[in-house]
């Protein structure tokens, strides 16, 4: 089994049943790096603990804490930094141009994928009635966003298939962030009972190249 | 009067009432750039006209059309691009710890401020009575949802105030994006009768400071 480089001095928060933190494992494990990870328990409430609030006041994962003891939240911002860590192989582009289009392309499947599926997640669940958004702040579900969600990810599935009948990947012709963000999307859809159209076939076959991948697992 | 670099070969499409591409404008005029700007008149629904939806399918300002007639969109997405065209002053951050902390606070402004004001704004605005969402699908108001984007603005303004009873700018010593996304969700959230609590004393204070600088006019 071939080394994998340890990034010393980093702590990464995560929650494997989670979506946001899948994101980073996933583009870790395409890095081949390998991180101390710690295990927040988001069902018994451990990210409103004490403890985990002095690392991420947010109380979201996934969190990475710095060799100076601070922290790094939002998925966005810890990839950043992993990849100036680990830049091979490059995950965020490699030129301004590219870098621009990937950063264009997450944007737009986290608003419109990702924080639909959210929506429709976390105002329908049985164990959130009372926390329908992240965060410390107690929030009653909105059964009626519940359902703008569900409508939200139909569109976002039409607007993929329609998006890799032109290219090999969500950004272009590179696996790249979005890939991992729209993995992730369209498998915490399917928790909720929501699949990919039969008809949407580009959307069907970069999952299938995509989920393939050693990473997916992660 | 100093000559301001034309960056050439941009065109940016923007709308003068509209907070999102007010990032932009400020972030242009902190850099003192000079591009080629087009009006999209949202409030006639130039939006959703054919000729921009061939620039911007996702309809929504702002936009920026590169010299190859592609088009990039997404605040962060355009700036980064426009960051590494024009570097100085930096505003996306100099080294790779601090253009992630940068990142990272701009995401928690735009999650926690200026998407609760969207919220509140857009589900309650007598205008947008089926254009709750951005975008070129129809979603009708959800009135729950514009209470609950009110009461996440009110959290937004305390948060911002703790961080920044520590910090002189909302990611740390320097003026950054993130500013300009809180400056811009402070504003917007003026529109909805949403102002700073009188005892924000460090939000109120660091308001002051940003919304005199020339650019805070664009």
Not at 135 to 150: D, F, K, M, N, T
Not at 172 to 178: E, L
């Amino acid at each position: 089994m071939p080394r994998t480089p340890r990034v010393n001095r980093l702590r990464f928060y995560d929650c494997k049943t989670a979506p946001s933190p899948r994101r980073v494992r996933i583009f870790v494990a395409e890095k081949g790096i390998d991180i101390e990870t710690v295990q927040v328990d988001l069902g018994s409430g451990e990210q409103f603990a004490h403890e985990f609030r002095e690392i991420n006041p947010d109380c979201v994962v996934p969190a990475l804490q710095l060799d100076d003891g601070s922290c790094l939240s939002e998925v966005i911002a810890i990839c950043h930094y992993l990849e100036a860590q680990q830049p091979d192989p490059s995950l965020l582009g490699a030129s301004d141009e590219e870098r621009a289009r990937i950063l264009m392309w997450n944007v737009k499947v986290e608003q419109q994928g990702l924080l639909a599926v959210a929506d429709a997640f976390r105002n329908a669940a049985k164990g959130l009635k009372n926390h329908a958004a992240t965060g410390p702040v107690s929030y009653v579900q909105i059964p009626e966003l519940a359902e703008r969600g569900r409508e939200r990810v139909a569109q976002f599935f039409a607007r993929m298939d329609e998006q890799l009948s032109n290219n090999e990947f969500i950004a272009g012709d590179r696996f790249s962030i979005a890939d991992i963000t729209a993995l992730v999307a369209v498998d915490f859809a399917a928790r909720i009972k929501l699949s990919m159209p039969e008809d949407a076939a580009h959307l069907r076959s970069w999952y299938e190249s995509v989920s393939i991948r050693p990473s997916a697992a992660a």
